[in-house]
């Protein structure tokens, strides 16, 4: 397996979907953690994973501490507009930790004080918009880990 995509209370459907279909075509693994801006039999949500949904590697938790407390000795590496280093500078070994947070607010402030030294993002060249959309900046991601790797 490559990586473990994290998503933390994930609030758009269509994006959690494409990123599912995102995670079974690297052979990656999903974790969702609670709670959800969606219900998780929405269709979609299951239509953005097409008929991929069934094969998909997945972890469902119900808050964040019951995902740290699961994966506590993790290498893991957490995203940001606020961060400083970029994503090209991320040592990416095979198992790592990709953690994104909401589309609305990205992760709590708490994680990313907490995690100051894994803290990357993605570069953007235009002062006209804030973010990317969540699905593309985890297959930005993905898809330099994997050229990294191989």
Do not use: C
């Not at 994973?49 to 590496?77: A, C, P, R, T």
């Amino acid at each position: 397996m490559a990586f473990n995509i994290v998503l933390i209370e994930p609030e758009i459907p269509n994006n959690t979907g494409n990123i599912g279909r995102l995670a079974l075509a690297t052979g990656s693994h999903l974790h969702l953690v609670k709670p959800f801006g969606f219900e998780l039999d929405d269709k979609r949500l299951k239509r953005a994973g097409l008929d991929y949904w069934q094969h998909l590697s997945l972890s469902i938790y119900e808050d964040v501490d019951d995902f740290f407390s699961q994966h506590k000795n993790k290498k893991m590496v957490f995203f940001s507009i606020h961060a400083e280093k970029n994503h090209w500078s991320i040592d990416y070994k095979d198992d790592l930790f990709l953690v994104f947070g909401k589309e609305s607010v990205g992760l709590p402030k708490s994680l990313l004080s907490e995690n100051k030294n894994s803290l990357y993002k993605i570069a953007l060249y235009s002062e006209h918009i804030r973010s990317l959309n969540l699905a593309n900046a985890v297959g930005i991601v993905v898809y330099e880990g994997l050229r990294q790797l191989h």
